[in-house]
């Protein structure tokens, strides 16, 4: 087996070409739409449902012709799905000859990168692979992790997101801003209301700065709880 290594790539406004555009064509595209890539679809036919998606919003760039070799230049990536196994083989054979990045959705062998299963949660991205050995597990899986990490998450990480740049501002000791980093990874936090979450943490970031302030007040960070809230209960709540 190769080794894959994982990575998230910003591919805003990058050109992307994907080669067919039937129901796997279809799946690809809208990942990479979601990604904000300039995506080209090269296929005489589209799905359905990329058909309405043209139709309706010219979302992405449609070339309704069959593949040529010459067509591969100047995307940053290249996926080959059509149903002709050598249609996609002559798409990795052009890319190659680009050092380019190809995905070849019949020829795991041949990809040098795979598409993996994803959660998303606003910010956060969850991504489940297999390195190809089983892409139905991955989606299995991917499943089960939705309902582990549920529609919550959204705005309890862009709470997370603020709060953390509010901590760097104001609270110059590293290890401090660490333990209140962690402590508002308590469950008591995720399940708050908005505004009782922005309560909890302006209480707790006020009640370390003035510490940090004193300083030499930090003996025990270890022992110390999140700060409990009335009528929130910390357990997992059906989770
Ligand atoms: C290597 C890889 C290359 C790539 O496509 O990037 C690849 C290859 C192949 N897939 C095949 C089949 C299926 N693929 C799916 C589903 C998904 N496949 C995806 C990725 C990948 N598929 C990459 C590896 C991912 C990894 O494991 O790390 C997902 C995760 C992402 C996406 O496609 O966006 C998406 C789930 C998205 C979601 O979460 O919903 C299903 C299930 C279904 O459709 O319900 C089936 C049928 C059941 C089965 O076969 O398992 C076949 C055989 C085709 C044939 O039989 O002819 C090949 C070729 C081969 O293995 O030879
Ligand atoms: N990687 C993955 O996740 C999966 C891969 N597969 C593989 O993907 C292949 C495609 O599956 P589907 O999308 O379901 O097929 P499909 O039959 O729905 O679509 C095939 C598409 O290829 C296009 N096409 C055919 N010849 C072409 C050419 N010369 N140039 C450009 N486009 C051309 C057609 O117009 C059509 O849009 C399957 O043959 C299978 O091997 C299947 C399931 C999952």
């Not at 090269?42 to 449902?49: C, I």
Request: charged share 25%; proline share 4%; with cysteine.
């Amino acid at each position: 087996m190769r080794q894959q290594y994982p990575l998230m790539i910003d591919l805003s406004g990058r050109s992307c070409l994907v080669v067919g555009g039937g129901e796997v064509a279809e799946r690809k595209v809208l990942s990479l739409m979601q990604a904000g890539a300039d995506v080209t679809v090269l296929s005489p036919e589209l799905s359905p449902g990329l058909h309405a998606l043209w139709q309706e919003q010219r979302k992405f760039r449609w070339i309704a012709e069959e593949f040529r070799q010459q067509q591969v230049a100047g995307y940053t990536l290249v996926i080959a799905a059509t149903n002709r196994a050598e249609v996609n083989l002559a798409v990795y054979r052009a890319v190659k000859l680009t050092d380019g990045w190809i995905n070849i959705v019949d020829r795991p062998d041949l990809c040098n990168f795979i598409v993996p299963s994803v959660i998303q949660r606003g910010k956060l991205m969850v991504a489940v692979s297999t390195s190809g050995a089983s892409p139905s597990l991955a989606k299995k899986l991917k499943t089960e992790l939705e309902r582990l990490i549920g529609p919550e998450y959204e705005e309890y990480l862009d709470f997370l997101a603020e709060t953390r740049q509010q901590v760097l501002a104001q609270v110059d000791d590293a290890k401090v801003r660490k333990r209140i980093f962690q402590q508002l990874l308590d469950d008591a936090y995720l399940f708050a209301s908005g505004e009782e979450r922005k309560n909890m943490a302006a209480s707790l970031i006020g009640e370390w700065s003035r510490e940090g302030g004193q300083g030499g007040k930090h003996e025990n960070v270890e022992s110390r709880n999140p700060p409990q809230h009335a009528g929130v209960n910390t357990d997992r709540m059906g989770h």
